[in-house]
């Protein structure tokens, strides 16, 4: 995983370690092309650690009639499913009905019933919202997941957590996903597959050269600078798409994102079952409460307009304070800021369409091919992370014409590192590894299923002990599974393993992750002194 220098120019070089960029690299390799990725932090760390972690449909997007991507989202769903049951996992939402729920007046459907039924004034009939539901079951071909069906409320343990005025609800089915996971485990099979993967790499410049492109990239570690040549360029900066383009690129393209900031709450857990809840507010807007990394319950998000993709995302005061009210006016036992235990921001880099609100900007993707500078480039704009692996084949249809031997589609039945175990299979697997290492706490082996699926054994080996896995950071990781990380996931500070590879961060202490630092340090100088030239000698 060093820098290196580049023999031969590669078919593909892609700026950005998000999942739009993960992805088009994995499916660019394993369709044959030569594939360099260039990451100026670590993988996902902006975006694409920063979502709400569902791979959904979206459902309220049926209300701005883009259908297209409702069904293709809810198609891949199940597709995700199967090729990475160990990160991802059926859950079931609910969602209270009461009369009080209104649109968002920008939205078609609001406009669209106001003028047909204009005496609704705005509000969410309960036939529209089961029509909704029948749609979101039925566009996708759904076949895992099961269909959505009507609760009563009162006395029942989805009633419990909310106030007595709720006597109704309809449950319907999304999935959870592992989004920082999703990144690193598309990177690793790019990887596998032929593709060089550079984190710690800022690309500097790029221009054309005899045809091809001339990427100028620095290690922000060592400031090792290096020259990489491309037949092709693929943009994938995400919020970073437009400096990449103005700035990088240098391109005259009036294509542009529109930066909405999402941010989202985390307290101690708030109810008892396993199901997430939809709360529709009454000025159109909705926010999830999702269980959480077990102890815990995530709850989001806001949707604001962001300034720069250089200025860092933070829950401002404003948002928190929404999110605490929105959920108030639901739940029995309402929270207050004195219950959040973390809070997490990522800017979501829209397609600029002009839209009116940062809520009404579609959520869809835009590809773009520009051959003006004499070599082509493709810009990606936009687009969810439940249809990243769409995406991805739809940015291999737009450079085809570029590369005549390019294979053929394949990533739809491939599972990701891991991955390969039945998508129900996760509890059965997580026995038997609990069976084989009787030494592992009953949590600490389930979160290493979720987290690394069959691959768990390849760094727990002949382990008959704990002491057997090394030094004990806390929360049940090891000295074992950080020089996995380290070695196979990119992984180079605590944070990468506390807040990206894992949520551990919520459970160790200060003095904790210090100690994971420290040792992290240590262990990346004594591989640098094993590989040095003085050492080869």
């Not at 729920?101 to 705005?122: D, I, N, Q, V």
């Not at 948002?319 to 207050?336: H, K, N, S, V």
Request: hydrophobic fraction near 40%; glycine fraction near 8%.
């Amino acid at each position: 995983m060093s820098e290196g220098a580049p023999a031969q120019p590669v078919d593909l070089f892609v700026i950005g370690g998000g999942i739009n960029g993960c992805g088009i690299a994995r499916d660019a390799a394993g369709r044959g092309l030569s594939v360099a990725l260039a990451e100026m932090g670590d993988l996902a760390q902006a975006t694409s650690s920063s979502s709400t972690k569902l791979f959904h449909g979206g459902l309220r997007y049926l209300e701005f009639f883009e259908f297209r991507l409702v069904r293709e989202a809810l198609k891949e769903r199940e597709i995700l499913l199967r090729n990475m049951p160990h990160i991802s996992w059926p859950m079931r939402f609910v969602l209270p009905y009461h009369k009080d729920m209104r649109f968002e007046k920008a939205t078609p459907t609001s406009r669209l019933l106001s003028l047909a039924m204009p005496w609704m004034k705005g509000r969410r009939p309960a036939w529209l919202i089961r029509l909704g539901l029948f749609l979101y079951d039925h566009l996708g071909g759904r076949k895992i997941l099961p269909a959505t069906k009507t609760l009563s409320l009162p006395g029942s343990p989805e009633g419990a957590p909310l106030q007595e005025r709720f006597l109704h609800a309809y449950e319907y089915s999304d999935c959870w996903v592992e989004d920082s996971r999703l990144v690193v485990l598309n990177a690793r099979d790019a990887e596998a597959r032929g593709a060089r993967i550079l984190t710690r790499t800022k690309v500097l410049s790029a221009g054309v050269e005899n045809g091809q492109w001339r990427v100028e990239t620095q290690n922000t570690e060592s400031g090792e600078i290096t020259t990489h040549h491309a037949r092709m360029l693929v943009n994938a900066g995400g919020p970073w798409v437009g400096e990449i383009l103005s700035h990088t690129i240098r391109s005259n393209s009036t294509e542009g994102v529109r930066l909405v900031r999402g941010s989202h709450i985390i307290t101690p857990r708030l109810y008892d079952h396993d199901k997430a809840y939809f709360f529709q507010g009454e000025d159109g807007r909705i926010i999830f409460a999702i269980p959480y990394e077990q102890d815990f319950t995530l709850i989001g998000t806001t949707e604001c307009d962001h300034d720069s993709p250089d200025e860092p995302p933070r829950c401002t005061e404003a948002e928190r304070d929404y999110l605490i009210d929105f959920a108030g006016r639901y739940l029995a036992a309402p929270i207050t800021a004195d219950d959040i235990v973390w809070t997490y921001s990522g800017v979501r880099p829209l397609y600029d369409e002009g839209a009116a609100s940062a809520t009404a900007a579609t959520r869809d993707y835009t590809l773009k091919v520009d051959t003006s500078a004499g070599a082509p480039v493709l810009n990606v704009f936009g687009g969810k992370i439940t249809t990243y692996r769409r995406l991805a084949e739809a940015a291999l249809e737009k450079i085809a014409p570029h590369f005549q031997t390019l294979g053929r589609k394949w990533t739809e039945t491939a599972p990701l590192p891991g991955g390969d175990f039945p998508h129900d299979g996760a509890s059965a697997l997580t026995d038997a590894l609990a069976a084989d290492y009787p030494f592992l706490q009953p949590a600490q082996a389930a979160r290493l299923i979720r987290a690394y699926g069959t691959e768990a054994r390849r760094f727990l080996g002949t382990a008959t002990t704990a002491a057997d896995l090394g030094q004990d950071f806390g929360a049940g990781l090891t000295g074992a599974e950080v020089d996995w990380l380290m070695a196979h996931e990119y992984a180079r500070t605590a944070d990468d393993i506390l807040w990206r590879r894992s949520k551990l961060g919520l459970r160790l202490s200060a003095e904790q992750a210090g100690a994971l630092e420290t040792y992290m340090k240590s262990r990346a100088r004594k591989e640098a002194r094993d590989t040095s030239p003085a050492a080869a000698e």
